[in-house]
């Protein structure tokens, strides 16, 4: 089994409509065969564990809640899920997000995407930094 990291970040300004992808920014780190950067999405390869760790900086446009999930293949990893509150349009508001999740059979060589998403109001986002390990 071996083991992989990335690290992404994303400090550019950037504003996500409601159900809309976060942009991840660039690659920082990275070591290992099984994580990748595509467009949006962290790529995944060989079955295993993965641990996730985000920090999200956002404004919402309106008061109230605002949600981060993180999917892998459009399917909502159980638990994987970030609510802040602002009393105040714009704002702004630090959001950190933990999981762990099992991916694919051991016998699985197909890829899949893991993706953030925003959900509640549209936001401004000002930083996003995410780190995926296989354990």
């Not at 920082?28 to 962290?42: K, Q, V």
């Not at 998403?117 to 390990?133: F, K, M, P, R």
């Amino acid at each position: 089994m071996s083991r992989s990291a990335i690290y992404t970040v994303n400090q550019s300004a950037q504003n996500v409509a409601v159900n809309g992808t976060l942009n991840l920014g660039s690659v920082i780190r990275r070591f290992g065969p099984n994580l990748t950067m595509s467009g949006n999405a962290i790529q995944i390869s060989g079955a295993g564990y993965y641990d996730i760790d985000a920090s999200i900086t956002l404004a919402p446009s309106a008061a109230g809640n605002v949600t981060i999930t993180a999917f892998v293949d459009n399917v909502a990893i159980p638990g994987a899920t970030v609510t802040g509150s602002v009393a105040t349009a714009n704002d702004p508001v630090n959001l950190s997000l933990s999981s762990l999740f099992r991916e694919g059979c051991p016998c699985c060589e197909g890829l899949s995407n893991l993706t953030f998403v925003l959900t509640g109001t549209a936001a401004s986002v000002t930083n996003v930094a995410i780190v995926v390990e296989k354990i």
